[in-house]
């Protein structure tokens, strides 16, 4: 782990243990409580996309997985205490959505390349709209009066977790077999990488994360439509890994925090809201090329 790393990092522990001292209440309260869920779902397009070359434009429908699980759950689960409400509706939400990405697995992951994102793009237009027509879970209405568990020291702790562990992770044999397949395939295959199964594993882990990340909302909002996780929603977590760049997760988790933090912000001027967002984007990319450049002039 490098030092840089490290010291980021132990930065982001420092603010959940101080979290869970310091009351919260109102607007701050939502602010990390939202910066911290786009934080885990844009680390697990990070598994897909900077390890593992793969760009999967989906996210928002493992948001929507997550979300949705989790939100049944916490309703039926509402004479349970509050903790174990949320830890049960949390793990229900990761195996839904690693249950459906290990299904939507074997329909995709034999395409590659821009095939393979246009086949995530359906496949998170798809899950939306069963979410939309399902009339049980509230069809365009949405699931209304969800016990609202998450809390901000919750979200940073988990945050902090899966940060920590893709960090440790980086050097380990996982990472270095997503890599070899993200490298060439055939050289891959070569060596006796198996490289369906790798795929699958980078897939169901961002799934996961989704799934995790889409709980969370669920139980901070108490409210979730179909309209919370567009196409948009799946590219702001490309964006974030793009401008964090692909050398480690803390820069991702960087870059979804300042694009969330954007979005809060100017949320209420909406005419310059989309402006401004633009704006950091095409400023990051500059600036993301810029240091790409001297570090190969160097």
């Not at 205490?81 to 793990?91: D, H, P, Q, T, Y």
């Not at 992951?109 to 994102?117: A, E, R, T, V």
């Not at 998170?124 to 209304?144: H, K, P």
């Not at 050398?247 to 209420?268: D, H, K, N, W, Y």
Request: a positive charge; charged letters at 10%; aromatic letters at 10%.
């Amino acid at each position: 782990m490098k030092k840089k790393n490290r010291v980021l990092f132990l930065l982001l522990l420092t603010a959940a243990v101080l979290l869970s001292f310091v009351p919260m209440q109102g607007f701050a309260k939502t602010v990390v409580m939202r910066v911290s869920i786009l934080c885990i779902a844009s680390l697990g397009v990070y598994i897909c996309y900077a390890v593992s070359h793969m760009m999967i434009l989906c996210q928002a429908g493992f948001l929507a997985v997550g979300a949705y699980t989790a939100g049944v759950l916490l309703k039926r689960m509402q004479p349970v205490s509050g903790s174990l409400a949320m830890v049960l509706a949390i793990l229900g939400a990761v195996s839904m959505g690693l249950l459906v990405s290990w299904l939507l697995s074997f329909a995709i992951l034999k395409l590659q390349g821009d095939y393979f994102s246009m086949a995530t793009i359906g496949a998170g237009e798809v899950l939306r709209i069963f979410f939309q027509n399902c009339e049980s879970l509230g069809s365009a209405s949405g699931l209304y009066n969800i016990p609202q568990r998450t809390q901000p020291f919750l979200t940073v702790c988990l945050l902090a977790a899966c940060t920590l562990f893709f960090m440790r992770m980086e050097g380990g044999w996982m990472f270095q077999k997503f890599r070899a397949v993200k490298s060439d395939i055939q050289a891959a295959q070569s060596i006796g990488i198996h490289v369906i199964r790798q795929r699958r594993t980078a897939l169901m882990m961002c799934a996961a994360l989704g799934a995790l990340a889409g709980g969370l909302m669920a139980g901070q909002n108490g409210f979730i439509s179909p309209s919370d996780f567009t196409f948009l929603r799946s590219m702001d977590c490309v964006a974030a890994v793009v401008i964090g760049g692909f050398s480690s997760p803390i820069g991702t988790v960087l870059a979804a925090g300042g694009l969330e933090l954007t979005t809060i912000l100017f949320q209420m001027f909406s005419e310059i809201r989309m402006i401004a967002y633009g704006a950091l984007l095409i400023g990051a990319a500059w600036y993301r090329s810029s240091k790409n450049k001297q570090e190969k002039g160097a």
